[in-house]
Each structure stands twice: as C-alpha cells, then as structure tokens.
C-alpha cells in the first residue's frame, strides 16, 4: 500500500464527496460549506484550487450567469473545470441557504427540492472533485516514477553515473539531469529541456505547450565540492521562482547525493517516502538520489557524519 501522503489527501477528498452525496436537501448547503473549508485548509487542494482559478478567470462571469437564472456549459473540458469551480465557490461562500437547490432548479427544472440538489451534485460538484483527484492523482504518478528512478540509480547505476559526473561541477549535474530526462521519456513523460522563464532556465519543464507542466531542477550535494545545505537551498528557491513563473502548484528537486555524508531533510509529514515543503500554496517534493560508491560497507563505516536541513531554511532561502 502507498503510504504518501499524496494519497491519503486523496482518501480525505473522497471521503468529503461521499458525504455531499448522501446529503439531503435540508444539510446540503451546510456540508459544501464544510466541503469547501477543508480544500481550503489543506495546502495541496488550496494549490490546485488556485492554479485552475489563474487558469479560468473568464469562466468567473458564466459563473454568475448560472447563479443568476441562466445555466451555462463550459465549451471544453478546460473551460467547463473552471465554471464548476466558480459555481461551488460561489455557493460555498454564499449566505443563502437555499443557492444550490434554485440553480438545480433551473438546470433540471424540477420541483422536488432533493432531485435539484442532485443535478447541482452532478452538474457541479462530481467533475470539481473528479479534477481535484485527477490532479492529485497524476501528482502521485510522477512520485512514483522518481521514486522508481531513485532505485534504479542507487541499485543499478550508482558507479556509472558518480563516474561521468565527477567532472567540472556544472558539467556534472548536466549529466545527471539528462540521465534524468532520458528515464522519464522512457517512461512516456512529454517534456522541453531549458526552457527560458523570468528566473532563468530551470533544468526540466514538462509538456510545455500543454496546459500542465512538470517543474523539476537537478542539484549535486557534495559539500567538498561547495555543494553545501546552502546550496540545496539555493536550488529550492529556483524551483520556487520557476513555479511562480510558470504558475504551478507543485515543483520538484532532485538531489543527487555523491559524497559519503548523510544529507538529511526533515519534513513534517514523515509518513511520505518523498519529504516536500509547502510555502504560500505551492509544493516542492525534495528527492535524495544516493550515487556515493562507499569505500567501506556500512557495518565499518563509523559514525556517520550528517548535514540536515529543515522548512525552515528552505523557506528562510526564497527570502
């Protein structure tokens, strides 16, 4: 079973619609409004949520065309995404009780006040939570694909890849990167190398001309080398940026470790395999790939010396 926690938000999301759906006419209005706290509440929800408003802002007037009598349909899936969310949002925040049980009235034009709040559900409410979880769930994907990566270098590659990057520091990360690009086109990831933003080139966007796109930076931790904790930081921060440039919620850092010391990041969410950090509604999962080829096994190791880096200095580093 995957234990991120990724999914368990996905668990708690389903769980929220489960209850709308058996809501009756009467507690309707009042578990939406409980609905809407909790995707606002939760960061990764909150992201997505944002992302689709930037994304819609047209769809705020048909919106209102709905809730004023007059039932639109969003053109495109796209579209249609973003009418769903300004209606539940709209609703959600409104102060009458009755809202969503007129405009099922005027999609369905029903009498019984349970069959409107049930095309309101199914107009509205299901392809929201449906998109919700679709993003989510193309989020998990991408985890597991890096998280596959990982083992693939830590167990297969670990000499051949610490090898062709122990060049000239720059030239050395370009190598991993491109390893990196190699495995997920593999793996059917769609995606432009370098391309140009506000904060400069970021090492890997995916699908570009699509409306969604993948954010990941690669960075070396050898702090010999000045490949410190700081520097880690540094690249969180460009990650950071290029999100903001491109307007995505979620963004990813790939560290490669080649040193023998222990790179530790603490998180507060330590059921996930994969640590993130969360700052103003935007996510950044932080991956450890270990290449170092130890000289001795671990039992003759000694005492293992460890640099550790908390939210704190993350965030601390896009100030």
Not at 38 to 67: H, M, V, Y
Request: hydrophobic letters at 35%; one cysteine or more; aromatic letters at 12%.
């Amino acid at each position: 079973m995957d234990s991120d926690y990724i999914q368990f938000i996905r668990y708690k999301l389903q769980k929220r619609l489960k209850r709308l759906n058996s809501a009756d006419f009467q507690s309707f209005h009042f578990t939406l409004v409980h609905s809407w706290g909790f995707l606002q509440s939760n960061e990764i929800t909150k992201g997505i949520l944002d992302d689709l408003e930037r994304r819609s802002p047209e769809s705020e007037a048909d919106a209102d065309k709905t809730l004023g009598g007059t039932p639109q349909i969003g053109t495109s899936e796209q579209e249609n995404d973003g009418l769903c969310y300004w209606v539940v949002k709209k609703c959600a925040l409104s102060n009458e009780m009755n809202i969503e049980i007129q405009v099922g009235f005027n999609l369905a034009h029903e009498g019984k006040y349970d069959e409107c709040v049930e095309r309101f559900r199914q107009a509205y409410v299901e392809p929201l939570f449906d998109y919700i979880d679709e993003q989510i769930d193309d989020k998990r994907m991408t985890l597991l694909l890096l998280k596959k990566y990982k083992h693939r270098c830590e167990w297969f590659q670990r000499a051949s890849l610490l090898t062709k990057c122990m060049g000239e520091t720059q030239k050395g990360e370009k190598t991993l990167a491109y390893d990196l690009y190699q495995y997920l086109h593999d793996q059917g990831v769609q995606f432009h190398i370098e391309p140009e933003s506000a904060s400069g080139r970021p090492d890997l966007i995916s699908a570009q001309t699509g409306k969604d796109r993948l954010v990941a930076d690669v960075k070396v931790f050898n702090p010999e080398r000045g490949q410190t904790t700081a520097y880690i930081a540094k690249g969180f921060r460009q990650v950071y940026d290029y999100m903001k440039d491109y307007t995505e919620p979620f963004g990813y850092l790939v560290i490669f470790k080649t040193c023998p010391e222990d790179l530790s990041i603490v998180t507060e969410k330590q059921e996930s395999a994969v640590p993130f950090v969360m700052h103003n509604n935007k996510t950044i999962f932080l991956l450890v790939v270990d290449i170092c080829e130890y000289e001795q096994s671990a039992s003759k190791r000694g005492t293992l010396k460890s640099y550790e880096l908390t939210p704190k200095e993350f965030v601390e580093a896009l100030q």
